[in-house]
């Protein structure tokens, strides 16, 4: 896991296989990626590593690299039509629990969000605002200035925060 994590990113890789090893029945690669792009502190991340044009949306290609790397250990399961992403046995999903939901705040955040998808609280044109603080580009040494969404019409600063709007094109 650790290789992925390298590759991909260390919170993207922690966030999404927490959500794969909550959810009971697993996730389909869509709700992963719904999940994750409602996540402030992976979109952050991604963020700063990839410069994203669209700075709501974690991209699909993420998924795919994560599924790509996981082969072996994560599979595909077919419930009721719909293919969902699983654990390939009971340790990897031990040792995933054991990696990727021993913190507790963690788990909390991560359980409130997947709870918030699946009722549909984000949903019908709701609106989640995205926030990151400005501290966290400067800790990896990245100032606003070089970062190209600082200019776009739809942010919203306030102090050191930065906000957008999730529905706003």
């Given at each position: 896991?650790?290789?992925?994590?390298?590759k991909?990113?260390q919170?993207?890789?922690?966030?999404?296989?927490?959500?794969?090893?909550m959810?009971?029945?697993?996730?389909?690669?869509?709700?992963?990626?719904?999940?994750?792009?409602?996540d402030?502190?992976?979109?952050?991340?991604?963020?700063?590593?990839?410069?994203?044009k669209?700075?709501?949306?974690?991209?699909?290609?993420?998924?795919?690299r994560?599924?790509?790397?996981?082969?072996?250990?994560?599979v595909?399961?077919?419930v009721r039509?719909?293919?969902?992403?699983?654990?390939?046995?009971?340790?990897?999903?031990?040792?995933?629990?054991k990696?990727?939901?021993?913190?507790?705040?963690?788990?909390?955040q991560?359980?409130?969000?997947?709870?918030?998808y699946?009722?549909?609280?984000?949903?019908?044109?709701?609106?989640?605002?995205?926030?990151?603080?400005n501290?966290?580009?400067?800790?990896?040494n990245i100032?606003?200035?070089?970062?190209p969404?600082?200019?776009q019409?739809?942010?919203?600063?306030?102090?050191?925060?930065?906000?957008?709007?999730?529905?706003?094109?």
């Open positions: 896991f650790y290789s992925v994590e390298n991909l990113g919170r993207f890789v922690f966030r999404a296989l927490g959500y794969i090893t959810a009971k029945a697993g996730l389909t690669e869509v709700e992963l990626e719904d999940i994750l792009s409602l402030n502190i992976v979109l952050g991340d991604v963020i700063v590593a990839t410069y994203l669209n700075p709501l949306r974690i991209s699909y290609d993420l998924v795919a994560l599924k790509e790397e996981l082969e072996g250990y994560l595909e399961r077919q039509n719909v293919t969902l992403m699983v654990w390939a046995n009971r340790h990897l999903h031990l040792i995933a629990q990696l990727y939901l021993s913190n507790e705040e963690d788990v909390h991560m359980h409130s969000l997947l709870a918030e699946f009722l549909g609280a984000w949903s019908g044109g709701r609106k989640k605002i995205f926030t990151y603080d501290n966290h580009f400067t800790s990896l100032s606003h200035h070089k970062n969404h600082h200019q019409s739809h942010e919203k600063p306030s102090s050191d925060k930065y906000s957008y709007d999730r529905q706003t094109p």
